[in-house]
Nanobody, 126 residues
Framework: QVQLVESGGGLVQAGGSLRLSCAAS????????MGWFRQAPGKEREFVAA????????YYSDSMTGRFTISGDNAKNTVYLQMNSLKSEDTAVYYC???????????????????WGQGTQVTVSS
């Protein structure tokens, strides 16, 4: 069973930065691809970014490219989401997700990820 625990959310002013962390309790991090999603009130869950276990392959939502960076630390079984130049529209609950590693392919569809964390709230004040 995969357990994911997010941390690092909070309140930040527009233009500021936050780094989210997702610690995965797995036997081998190399067996999983990791993703970040977010969900704002009244909206559907939205893809943010994904990374394969080696960190050699990343995939971003077009609206996040250039402001958000996903990375991983295999030694710590942790994936990060560095968020810069935050905007009020980035306010949402951010979720970490995992799926079995699929070489050469990363997914933006939430239904492709069977494992989810509890989410961490990010609030950007304007």
């Amino acid at each position: 069973q995969v357990q994911l625990v997010e941390s690092g959310g909070g309140l930040v002013q527009a233009g500021g930065s936050l780094r989210l962390s997702c610690a995965a309790s797995v036997r081998s991090f190399s067996n999983y691809d990791m993703g970040w999603f977010r969900q704002a009130p009244g909206k559907e869950r939205e893809f943010v970014a994904a990374i394969n276990w080696s960190g050699g392959l990343t995939y971003y939502s077009d609206s996040m490219t250039g402001r958000f960076t996903i990375s991983g630390d295999n030694a710590k079984n942790t994936v990060y989401l560095q968020m810069n130049s935050l905007k009020s529209e980035d306010t949402a609950v951010y979720y970490c997700a995992a799926r079995t590693y699929n070489p050469g392919t990363l997914y933006s569809l939430a239904r492709k990820y069977p494992y989810w964390g509890q989410g961490t709230q990010v609030t950007v004040s304007s």
